[in-house]
């Protein structure tokens, strides 16, 4: 059986070089120090090739954008899934940068080249337009946080959310209180997902002892102790404003 032979740079040389030629360009290899140029009429067009999409390939079509606006990095068919989260956060960048994007598939003797991203302005106004709720979310944790409580760049570690610090509040008082209804606990400031917290009862920090009270579970007790910065500051925030 003949062994598959590794895929190389210049493989993609004859697919990107045809596909622009039938475009009406005239197309030259190797010009200085640029893989591939293209011309036809007043536009100047320059692809790079290389077989992964790199940091490095990036930076190399960024400079070529000093020669025109008209940049495009051509890589062989990702083996990964189209679409995936991969593949979008890279076309995203890509278009970021204003680069275009050039996808060689090879099945067989058979070459397909296809064009997936055309360089064009980014429009970040629009962008932060289409991401207004992310943005939105990303306040609104914020402001349910009292404190910074995490180290930025963590992994595996355990995150403060302000889903939690509402959950350690509402413990917090019915350690220090006993019984409470939602409503009592509202009253505290503990906010309108109150009622929801302890119906869901995610970290199982609370007993429902009867119809509209509650109380802090053996569970809960016994985890409140790991945040007693947080006890006090909810505590004594109770206590300044009363």
């Given at each position: 059986?003949?062994?598959?032979?590794?895929?190389?740079?210049?493989?993609?040389?004859?697919?990107?070089?045809?596909?622009?030629?039938?475009?009406?360009?005239?197309?030259?290899?190797?010009?200085?120090?640029?893989?591939?140029?293209?011309?036809?009429?007043e536009?100047?067009?320059?692809?790079?090739?290389?077989?992964t999409?790199?940091?490095d390939?990036?930076?190399?079509?960024?400079?070529?954008?000093?020669?025109?606006?008209?940049?495009?990095?051509?890589?062989?068919?990702?083996?990964?899934r189209?679409?995936?989260?991969?593949?979008?956060?890279?076309?995203?960048?890509?278009?970021?940068?204003?680069?275009?994007?050039i996808?060689v598939?090879?099945?067989g003797?058979?070459k397909?080249?296809?064009?997936?991203?055309?360089?064009?302005?980014?429009?970040?106004?629009?962008?932060?337009r289409?991401?207004?709720?992310?943005?939105?979310?990303?306040v609104k944790?914020?402001?349910?946080?009292?404190?910074?409580?995490?180290?930025?760049?963590?992994?595996?570690?355990?995150?403060?959310?302000?889903?939690?610090?509402?959950?350690?509040?509402?413990?917090?008082?019915?350690?220090?209180?006993?019984?409470?209804?939602?409503?009592?606990?509202?009253?505290?400031g503990?906010?309108?997902?109150?009622?929801?917290?302890?119906?869901?009862n995610y970290?199982?920090?609370f007993?429902?002892?009867?119809?509209?009270i509650?109380?802090?579970?053996?569970?809960?007790?016994?985890?409140?102790?790991?945040?007693?910065?947080?006890?006090?500051?909810?505590?004594?925030?109770l206590?300044?404003?009363?």
């Amino acid at each position: 059986m003949q062994e598959k032979r590794k895929l190389k740079e210049v493989d993609l040389y004859k697919p990107v070089q045809q596909y622009f030629s039938k475009e009406g360009y005239d197309v030259y290899g190797e010009v200085k120090d640029c893989d591939i140029v293209a011309e036809k009429g007043e536009d100047l067009v320059v692809i790079e090739l290389k077989l992964t999409l790199s940091v490095d390939l990036l930076v190399q079509a960024a400079k070529r954008q000093k020669l025109t606006d008209q940049v495009y990095i051509a890589i062989p068919k990702p083996k990964y899934r189209i679409p995936s989260k991969r593949w979008t956060d890279l076309c995203h960048l890509i278009r970021r940068l204003e680069l275009g994007l050039i996808v060689v598939s090879f099945t067989g003797n058979r070459k397909k080249t296809e064009i997936i991203i055309h360089p064009t302005p980014f429009d970040r106004p629009k962008s932060m337009r289409q991401n207004r709720k992310k943005r939105e979310s990303i306040v609104k944790e914020i402001s349910g946080r009292s404190a910074d409580y995490n180290i930025g760049g963590s992994t595996k570690t355990k995150i403060m959310t302000a889903y939690k610090e509402n959950c350690i509040q509402i413990a917090s008082y019915l350690d220090h209180f006993g019984q409470l209804a939602p409503k009592d606990l509202v009253k505290m400031g503990t906010g309108d997902k109150t009622s929801s917290i302890l119906t869901k009862n995610y970290y199982g920090w609370f007993d429902r002892i009867k119809r509209g009270i509650y109380q802090i579970s053996d569970k809960g007790k016994l985890e409140l102790k790991e945040f007693p910065d947080l006890v006090t500051y909810y505590l004594e925030k109770l206590d300044k404003e009363k």
